[in-house]
Protein backbone atom coordinates (compact mmCIF):
# COMPACT_ATOMS: atom_id res chain seq x y z
CA UNK A 1 0.00 0.00 0.00
CA UNK A 2 1.58 3.60 -0.78
CA UNK A 3 2.12 5.17 1.88
CA UNK A 4 0.02 8.82 2.54
CA UNK A 5 2.05 11.96 1.83
CA UNK A 6 2.97 14.29 4.84
CA UNK A 7 0.20 16.65 5.70
CA UNK A 8 2.63 19.55 5.84
CA UNK A 9 3.41 18.51 2.19
CA UNK A 10 0.42 18.12 1.04
CA UNK A 11 -0.18 22.00 2.18
CA UNK A 12 3.21 23.11 1.13
CA UNK A 13 3.87 24.17 3.77
CA UNK A 14 6.80 24.28 6.85
CA UNK A 15 5.61 22.52 10.36
CA UNK A 16 6.41 25.89 11.80
CA UNK A 17 3.38 27.42 9.90
CA UNK A 18 0.99 30.19 11.24
CA UNK A 19 -2.96 29.17 11.52
CA UNK A 20 -3.47 32.29 9.07
CA UNK A 21 -1.03 30.64 6.83
CA UNK A 22 -2.21 26.68 7.06
CA UNK A 23 -5.38 28.71 6.07
CA UNK A 24 -4.15 30.78 3.15
CA UNK A 25 -2.16 27.67 1.71
CA UNK A 26 -5.38 25.70 2.50
CA UNK A 27 -7.42 28.08 0.46
CA UNK A 28 -5.29 28.70 -2.63
CA UNK A 29 -5.40 24.41 -3.21
CA UNK A 30 -8.88 24.43 -2.62
CA UNK A 31 -9.82 26.67 -5.46
CA UNK A 32 -7.25 25.37 -7.71
CA UNK A 33 -8.29 21.29 -6.94
CA UNK A 34 -12.23 22.30 -6.38
CA UNK A 35 -14.55 19.25 -8.44
CA UNK A 36 -16.15 22.28 -9.96
CA UNK A 37 -13.64 23.86 -11.55
CA UNK A 38 -11.88 20.05 -12.75
CA UNK A 39 -15.21 18.06 -13.82
CA UNK A 40 -14.44 14.72 -14.31
CA UNK A 41 -10.58 15.06 -13.49
CA UNK A 42 -10.12 11.77 -10.74
CA UNK A 43 -6.83 13.13 -9.99
CA UNK A 44 -7.99 16.60 -9.30
CA UNK A 45 -10.70 15.21 -7.01
CA UNK A 46 -8.66 13.16 -4.94
CA UNK A 47 -5.96 15.86 -4.37
CA UNK A 48 -9.17 18.15 -2.98
CA UNK A 49 -9.56 15.11 -0.67
CA UNK A 50 -5.99 15.03 0.03
CA UNK A 51 -5.88 18.80 1.03
CA UNK A 52 -9.27 19.08 2.74
CA UNK A 53 -7.64 15.90 5.32
CA UNK A 54 -4.48 17.78 5.49
CA UNK A 55 -6.11 20.71 6.61
CA UNK A 56 -8.49 19.21 9.00
CA UNK A 57 -6.02 17.44 11.42
CA UNK A 58 -3.39 20.14 10.71
CA UNK A 59 -5.96 23.20 11.95
CA UNK A 60 -6.89 21.85 15.18
CA UNK A 61 -4.65 22.27 18.06
CA UNK A 62 -4.76 18.86 19.55
CA UNK A 63 -4.76 16.92 16.12
CA UNK A 64 -1.96 19.04 14.80
CA UNK A 65 -0.08 18.01 17.89
CA UNK A 66 -0.96 14.03 17.91
CA UNK A 67 -0.09 14.18 14.10
CA UNK A 68 3.54 15.77 14.91
CA UNK A 69 4.08 13.36 17.30
CA UNK A 70 2.76 10.10 16.05
CA UNK A 71 2.54 10.90 11.98
CA UNK A 72 -0.45 9.37 10.10
CA UNK A 73 -0.65 6.88 12.80
CA UNK A 74 -2.67 8.82 15.60
CA UNK A 75 -5.25 8.51 13.53
CA UNK A 76 -5.51 5.11 12.69
CA UNK A 77 -7.93 2.19 13.88
CA UNK A 78 -10.38 4.06 15.37
CA UNK A 79 -7.70 7.14 16.40
CA UNK A 80 -10.10 9.90 14.34
CA UNK A 81 -9.04 10.64 10.67
CA UNK A 82 -9.58 13.74 9.02
CA UNK A 83 -12.11 14.93 6.71
CA UNK A 84 -11.31 12.11 3.85
CA UNK A 85 -10.69 8.97 5.97
CA UNK A 86 -13.91 7.91 6.84
CA UNK A 87 -15.32 6.55 3.87
CA UNK A 88 -18.03 7.40 2.34
CA UNK A 89 -18.73 5.41 -0.97
CA UNK A 90 -16.56 8.44 -2.89
CA UNK A 91 -18.12 11.25 -1.71
CA UNK A 92 -16.61 13.99 -0.17
CA UNK A 93 -17.76 13.84 3.73
CA UNK A 94 -16.46 17.57 5.27
CA UNK A 95 -17.13 17.85 8.95
CA UNK A 96 -14.79 21.03 9.56
CA UNK A 97 -15.44 25.03 9.68
CA UNK A 98 -18.06 25.33 6.85
CA UNK A 99 -17.09 28.73 6.71
CA UNK A 100 -13.38 28.04 5.23
CA UNK A 101 -15.51 26.69 2.38
CA UNK A 102 -17.94 29.42 2.49
CA UNK A 103 -15.90 32.21 2.19
CA UNK A 104 -14.36 30.10 -0.86
CA UNK A 105 -17.64 28.85 -2.44
CA UNK A 106 -19.88 31.02 -1.14
CA UNK A 107 -22.86 30.37 -3.92
CA UNK A 108 -22.67 26.64 -4.15
CA UNK A 109 -22.94 25.85 0.08
CA UNK A 110 -25.47 28.85 -0.01
CA UNK A 111 -27.83 26.59 -2.00
CA UNK A 112 -27.27 22.98 -0.55
CA UNK A 113 -27.13 25.14 3.24
CA UNK A 114 -29.87 26.97 3.17
CA UNK A 115 -27.62 30.01 3.40
CA UNK A 116 -24.35 29.08 4.70
CA UNK A 117 -22.97 28.31 7.68
CA UNK A 118 -23.41 32.03 8.92
CA UNK A 119 -27.04 31.28 9.61
CA UNK A 120 -26.19 28.16 11.91
CA UNK A 121 -24.44 30.23 14.20
CA UNK A 122 -25.68 33.93 14.18
CA UNK A 123 -28.61 33.95 12.35
CA UNK A 124 -31.12 30.42 13.92
CA UNK A 125 -34.59 31.64 14.12
CA UNK A 126 -33.58 34.99 12.92
CA UNK A 127 -37.12 37.35 11.40
CA UNK A 128 -37.78 37.85 8.05
CA UNK A 129 -36.68 41.42 6.50
CA UNK A 130 -39.77 42.56 4.87
CA UNK A 131 -40.86 45.19 2.35
CA UNK A 132 -43.05 48.31 2.75
CA UNK A 133 -43.92 50.64 -0.18
CA UNK A 134 -43.97 54.04 0.28
CA UNK A 135 -45.37 56.84 -1.69
CA UNK A 136 -44.33 60.82 -1.59
CA UNK A 137 -44.59 63.90 -2.91
CA UNK A 138 -41.60 65.70 -4.42
CA UNK A 139 -42.06 68.46 -2.20
CA UNK A 140 -41.70 66.30 0.55
CA UNK A 141 -38.62 64.13 -1.62
CA UNK A 142 -37.33 67.77 -1.67
CA UNK A 143 -37.32 68.58 2.08
CA UNK A 144 -37.37 65.10 3.60
CA UNK A 145 -40.13 64.02 5.84
CA UNK A 146 -40.84 62.02 8.96
CA UNK A 147 -43.82 59.57 8.03
CA UNK A 148 -45.59 56.71 10.69
CA UNK A 149 -46.09 53.74 8.75
CA UNK A 150 -48.24 50.87 9.54
CA UNK A 151 -48.38 47.53 8.76
CA UNK A 152 -48.85 43.83 10.51
CA UNK A 153 -45.71 41.43 11.20
CA UNK A 154 -44.88 38.91 14.08
CA UNK A 155 -43.68 41.04 17.61
CA UNK A 156 -42.28 39.95 20.57
CA UNK A 157 -44.98 37.91 22.62
CA UNK A 158 -45.94 39.95 25.85
CA UNK A 159 -47.42 36.80 28.03
CA UNK A 160 -43.60 35.17 28.06
CA UNK A 161 -41.24 37.87 27.10
CA UNK A 162 -40.32 36.39 23.69
CA UNK A 163 -38.94 32.95 25.49
CA UNK A 164 -42.06 30.63 24.33
CA UNK A 165 -42.56 28.78 27.43
CA UNK A 166 -44.64 29.68 29.72
CA UNK A 167 -41.87 28.70 32.50
CA UNK A 168 -39.03 28.58 30.68
CA UNK A 169 -38.77 24.64 30.72
CA UNK A 170 -36.91 23.62 27.29
CA UNK A 171 -35.26 20.57 26.48
CA UNK A 172 -32.66 19.33 23.82
CA UNK A 173 -34.40 18.51 20.26
CA UNK A 174 -34.26 14.99 19.78
CA UNK A 175 -33.85 14.99 16.35
CA UNK A 176 -30.82 16.67 16.13
CA UNK A 177 -29.88 16.10 20.00
CA UNK A 178 -29.65 19.61 20.55
CA UNK A 179 -27.57 20.96 17.66
CA UNK A 180 -29.59 22.34 15.48
CA UNK A 181 -28.28 21.15 12.16
CA UNK A 182 -29.18 17.79 10.22
CA UNK A 183 -26.56 15.89 8.19
CA UNK A 184 -27.41 14.41 4.71
CA UNK A 185 -25.65 13.49 1.82
CA UNK A 186 -26.49 15.25 -1.27
CA UNK A 187 -24.19 13.96 -4.11
CA UNK A 188 -20.99 14.58 -3.78
CA UNK A 189 -21.05 16.29 -0.78
CA UNK A 190 -22.09 15.97 2.68
CA UNK A 191 -23.46 18.47 3.96
CA UNK A 192 -25.79 20.14 7.05
CA UNK A 193 -29.37 21.71 7.31
CA UNK A 194 -31.27 23.33 10.21
CA UNK A 195 -33.31 21.10 11.45
CA UNK A 196 -37.00 21.04 10.72
CA UNK A 197 -37.89 19.89 14.09
CA UNK A 198 -36.51 22.99 16.36
CA UNK A 199 -35.87 25.20 13.47
CA UNK A 200 -32.11 25.17 14.00
CA UNK A 201 -32.70 26.01 17.82
CA UNK A 202 -31.60 23.05 18.95
CA UNK A 203 -34.29 23.16 21.63
CA UNK A 204 -37.46 22.04 21.94
CA UNK A 205 -40.20 23.98 24.55
CA UNK A 206 -42.28 21.79 27.23
CA UNK A 207 -44.93 23.83 27.82
CA UNK A 208 -45.48 26.53 25.17
CA UNK A 209 -46.93 30.19 25.58
CA UNK A 210 -50.53 29.88 24.93
CA UNK A 211 -50.58 33.65 23.41
CA UNK A 212 -47.97 32.49 21.05
CA UNK A 213 -48.23 28.53 20.70
CA UNK A 214 -44.10 28.17 22.05
CA UNK A 215 -42.77 30.69 19.14
CA UNK A 216 -41.97 33.75 21.48
CA UNK A 217 -43.72 35.84 18.94
CA UNK A 218 -47.27 36.70 17.66
CA UNK A 219 -48.83 39.00 15.04
CA UNK A 220 -50.07 42.42 15.58
CA UNK A 221 -50.16 45.97 13.94
CA UNK A 222 -47.01 47.62 14.22
CA UNK A 223 -46.24 51.69 14.04
CA UNK A 224 -43.16 53.21 13.71
CA UNK A 225 -41.70 56.89 12.31
CA UNK A 226 -39.80 56.79 9.59
CA UNK A 227 -37.51 59.81 8.87
CA UNK A 228 -37.00 60.41 4.75
CA UNK A 229 -33.80 62.18 3.99
CA UNK A 230 -33.95 65.31 2.13
CA UNK A 231 -33.20 64.66 -1.70
CA UNK A 232 -34.26 60.68 -1.49
CA UNK A 233 -34.61 59.41 -5.06
CA UNK A 234 -37.56 56.92 -7.08
CA UNK A 235 -36.76 53.70 -6.32
CA UNK A 236 -34.78 54.69 -3.50
CA UNK A 237 -34.78 51.58 -0.71
CA UNK A 238 -34.38 52.75 2.93
CA UNK A 239 -33.10 50.50 5.60
CA UNK A 240 -34.37 50.18 9.01
CA UNK A 241 -32.47 47.90 11.11
CA UNK A 242 -34.42 45.24 13.58
CA UNK A 243 -37.77 46.18 12.81
CA UNK A 244 -38.72 43.64 10.38
CA UNK A 245 -40.48 40.65 11.71
CA UNK A 246 -39.52 39.37 15.23
CA UNK A 247 -37.12 36.47 15.97
CA UNK A 248 -38.30 32.72 16.73
CA UNK A 249 -38.02 32.55 21.05
CA UNK A 250 -35.70 35.90 21.29
CA UNK A 251 -33.89 35.41 17.94
CA UNK A 252 -32.57 38.73 16.50
CA UNK A 253 -35.67 40.32 14.08
CA UNK A 254 -34.85 41.09 10.54
CA UNK A 255 -34.96 44.21 9.11
CA UNK A 256 -37.47 46.90 7.25
CA UNK A 257 -36.77 47.48 3.99
CA UNK A 258 -38.75 50.81 2.92
CA UNK A 259 -38.77 51.22 -1.35
CA UNK A 260 -39.54 54.95 -1.52
CA UNK A 261 -41.96 56.00 -4.81
CA UNK A 262 -41.62 59.56 -5.86
CA UNK A 263 -44.85 60.79 -7.54
CA UNK A 264 -45.39 63.04 -10.57
CA UNK A 265 -45.26 66.68 -10.56
CA UNK A 266 -47.79 69.00 -12.24
CA UNK A 267 -45.10 71.14 -12.91
CA UNK A 268 -41.73 69.91 -12.38
CA UNK A 269 -39.68 66.68 -13.84
CA UNK A 270 -36.36 65.59 -11.83
CA UNK A 271 -33.75 64.07 -13.49
CA UNK A 272 -31.24 62.86 -10.52
CA UNK A 273 -30.46 66.20 -8.81
CA UNK A 274 -31.83 68.08 -11.64
CA UNK A 275 -35.43 70.32 -11.69
CA UNK A 276 -36.67 70.62 -15.00
CA UNK A 277 -40.35 73.15 -16.10
CA UNK A 278 -41.32 74.60 -18.98
CA UNK A 279 -43.05 77.86 -19.02
CA UNK A 280 -44.96 80.22 -21.78
CA UNK A 281 -43.81 83.53 -22.19
CA UNK A 282 -45.58 86.20 -24.11
CA UNK A 283 -44.32 86.68 -27.74
CA UNK A 284 -43.61 90.46 -26.84
CA UNK A 285 -41.79 89.56 -23.67
CA UNK A 286 -39.47 87.32 -25.69
CA UNK A 287 -39.04 89.95 -28.60
CA UNK A 288 -38.63 93.23 -26.36
CA UNK A 289 -37.35 91.08 -23.26
CA UNK A 290 -38.06 90.98 -19.39
CA UNK A 291 -38.22 89.49 -15.96
CA UNK A 292 -39.98 85.74 -15.44
CA UNK A 293 -40.91 84.71 -12.08
CA UNK A 294 -40.13 81.20 -11.25
CA UNK A 295 -41.72 78.99 -8.49
CA UNK A 296 -39.10 77.23 -6.70
CA UNK A 297 -40.05 73.67 -4.53
CA UNK A 298 -38.83 75.33 -1.38
CA UNK A 299 -42.23 77.56 -1.56
CA UNK A 300 -40.47 80.69 -2.80
CA UNK A 301 -39.45 82.13 -5.87
CA UNK A 302 -36.68 83.04 -8.07
CA UNK A 303 -36.21 85.46 -10.84
CA UNK A 304 -35.08 85.01 -14.44
CA UNK A 305 -33.98 88.02 -16.80
CA UNK A 306 -35.68 87.57 -20.59
CA UNK A 307 -32.71 89.16 -23.32
CA UNK A 308 -34.44 90.67 -26.25
CA UNK A 309 -34.44 88.24 -29.22
CA UNK A 310 -34.93 85.08 -26.90
CA UNK A 311 -35.92 82.14 -28.71
CA UNK A 312 -38.60 79.72 -27.88
CA UNK A 313 -37.08 76.19 -26.40
CA UNK A 314 -34.18 78.66 -25.01
CA UNK A 315 -33.20 77.46 -21.73
CA UNK A 316 -31.95 79.06 -18.34
CA UNK A 317 -30.42 77.22 -15.49
CA UNK A 318 -30.90 78.64 -11.93
CA UNK A 319 -27.89 77.47 -9.73
CA UNK A 320 -28.88 75.29 -6.45
CA UNK A 321 -32.74 76.00 -6.90
CA UNK A 322 -32.74 71.79 -7.90
CA UNK A 323 -33.03 68.75 -5.67
CA UNK A 324 -31.00 68.72 -2.33
CA UNK A 325 -27.91 66.28 -2.85
CA UNK A 326 -28.21 63.33 0.01
CA UNK A 327 -25.89 63.86 2.60
CA UNK A 328 -24.47 66.90 1.60
CA UNK A 329 -25.32 70.65 1.67
CA UNK A 330 -25.22 71.22 -1.89
CA UNK A 331 -28.08 70.98 -4.34
CA UNK A 332 -29.22 70.40 -8.10
CA UNK A 333 -29.54 72.82 -10.67
CA UNK A 334 -33.38 73.66 -12.35
CA UNK A 335 -32.98 74.04 -15.73
CA UNK A 336 -36.58 76.55 -17.21
CA UNK A 337 -37.52 76.20 -20.62
CA UNK A 338 -39.35 78.81 -22.41
CA UNK A 339 -42.31 78.31 -24.66
CA UNK A 340 -43.00 81.16 -26.59
CA UNK A 341 -46.68 82.20 -27.07
CA UNK A 342 -48.19 82.94 -30.43
CA UNK A 343 -51.41 84.95 -29.66
CA UNK A 344 -54.81 83.75 -30.50
CA UNK A 345 -58.03 85.32 -30.98
CA UNK A 346 -56.72 88.43 -32.23
CA UNK A 347 -59.06 92.24 -32.37
CA UNK A 348 -58.93 94.00 -35.59
CA UNK A 349 -56.67 97.03 -33.68
CA UNK A 350 -54.53 94.19 -33.02
CA UNK A 351 -54.09 92.35 -36.36
CA UNK A 352 -53.51 96.16 -37.98
CA UNK A 353 -50.63 96.46 -35.69
CA UNK A 354 -48.91 92.92 -36.77
CA UNK A 355 -49.62 94.15 -40.58
CA UNK A 356 -47.81 97.26 -39.50
CA UNK A 357 -45.18 95.51 -37.51
CA UNK A 358 -44.36 93.33 -40.67
CA UNK A 359 -44.50 95.89 -42.93
CA UNK A 360 -41.43 97.35 -41.22
CA UNK A 361 -40.24 94.17 -40.69
CA UNK A 362 -36.58 94.42 -42.11
CA UNK A 363 -33.56 92.19 -43.15
CA UNK A 364 -32.04 90.42 -39.98
CA UNK A 365 -34.88 90.81 -37.87
CA UNK A 366 -35.54 86.77 -38.27
CA UNK A 367 -31.99 85.44 -39.05
CA UNK A 368 -33.87 81.60 -38.50
CA UNK A 369 -36.32 82.24 -40.91
CA UNK A 370 -34.19 84.31 -43.52
CA UNK A 371 -31.06 81.85 -43.01
CA UNK A 372 -33.62 79.10 -44.06
CA UNK A 373 -35.45 80.54 -47.05
CA UNK A 374 -32.07 81.22 -48.03
CA UNK A 375 -31.19 77.51 -47.88
CA UNK A 376 -34.74 76.31 -49.58
CA UNK A 377 -33.86 79.07 -52.64
CA UNK A 378 -30.67 77.64 -53.12
CA UNK A 379 -32.19 74.26 -53.21
CA UNK A 380 -34.84 75.03 -55.85
CA UNK A 381 -32.15 76.97 -57.57
CA UNK A 382 -30.01 73.86 -57.91
CA UNK A 383 -32.96 71.67 -58.83
CA UNK A 384 -33.86 73.78 -61.82
CA UNK A 385 -30.11 73.94 -62.89
Known amino acids: MMSKQDYYQTLGVSKSA ?7 AYRKLAMQYHPDRNQGDKEAEKKFKEINEAYEILKDDDKKAAYDRFGHSAFQNGGGGGAGSRGNGGGFDYSGDFSDLND ?19 DIGRGSDLRYNLSISLEEAYSGAKQNIKYKTAVKCETCSGKGSKSGNVANCSTCNGSGRIRAQQGFFTVERTCHTCSGTGKIIKDPCTSCRGEGRVIKEKTILVNIPAGVEDGMRIRV ?15 L ?38 PTLDGKSAKITIPQGTQSGTQFRLKGKG ?5 TPGHGDLIVKVIVEIPVKLSKKQKELLEEFEKENSSGCNPQTESFFAKVKGLWDDLKS
Open 241 to 255: ANEGEAGLRNAPSGD
Open 18 to 24: SKEELKK
Open 323 to 327: MPIMK
Open 104 to 122: LFGGIFNEFMGGGARTASR
Open 257 to 294: YIFVSVKNHKFFEREGYQLFCSIPIKMTTAALGGVLEV
